[in-house]
């Protein structure tokens, strides 16, 4: 399977703005996530030499884990656009007799359920990157502090942007614990995030 981030930037963009299915509003948010991971990780390679040498070993081990939350984000776009794709072909589904509704019918309550699990996984991507940015907000190169809390707001802004597309599936879903149980992770990624960003930022504006 082809990494969507192999495209180019162009690409990307005019992709996002035609009329295609794809890529929709959580993979745009989850891509945007990516970038706010990536200003932790400049902020943390810009962190280095002798400067810097009472904070190394930290800065190396913020490097190595906001390298896997791109990695992870990079996926679940991919991932995301895929789930999408089933969604959409449930949908294509005949639904001419009894049997042909059954069967359309389990396929969307089983594609509405996987689009509700990936917006919420790759909200908790979002939330390990504003940990590290929390991590690295009192010890980063204070020549390049803000852009950590850039990368924060970035963060916080992506979980809050592909958490509406649990919103939007919730309403579909016939399974009443589920529902609850999805509603209840989202509310809680929310409130993580929000703690999380607000506590980078304030820790970077105290430092410029």
């Not at 981030?5 to 009329?19: V, W, Y």
């Amino acid at each position: 399977m082809s990494r969507y981030f192999d495209k180019s930037f162009a690409q990307i963009l005019e992709e996002s703005a035609s009329n295609a299915p794809t890529p929709g509003g959580g993979s745009v948010a989850a891509m945007a996530g990516t970038f706010g991971a990536a200003m932790v990780s400049m902020v943390a390679n810009l962190t280095k030499g002798e400067k810097f040498a009472d904070v190394h070993d930290e800065i190396d081990a913020i490097l190595a884990e906001i390298s896997q939350v791109m990695v992870e984000l990079e996926k679940q776009v991919d991932d995301d656009m895929s789930v999408f794709g089933a969604f959409m072909d449930a949908l294509k589904m005949p639904k001419s007799n009894d049997e042909e509704k059954v069967k359309r019918t389990k396929a969307l309550q089983d594609a509405y359920k996987k689009a509700t699990l990936s917006p919420l996984e790759i909200a908790d991507t979002c939330i390990k990157a504003n940990e590290l940015a929390l991590r690295l907000a009192p010890i980063g190169n204070k020549s390049a502090i803000s852009d950590v809390g850039v990368g924060a707001i970035i963060a916080d802004a992506s979980l809050k942007g592909v958490l509406l597309a649990v919103d939007i599936n919730l309403p579909g879903i016939k399974d009443s614990d589920f529902v609850e149980k999805a509603a209840a992770r989202r509310d809680a990624q929310i409130e993580k995030s929000e703690k999380l960003m607000n506590e980078a930022v304030k820790i970077v504006k105290g430092r410029l």
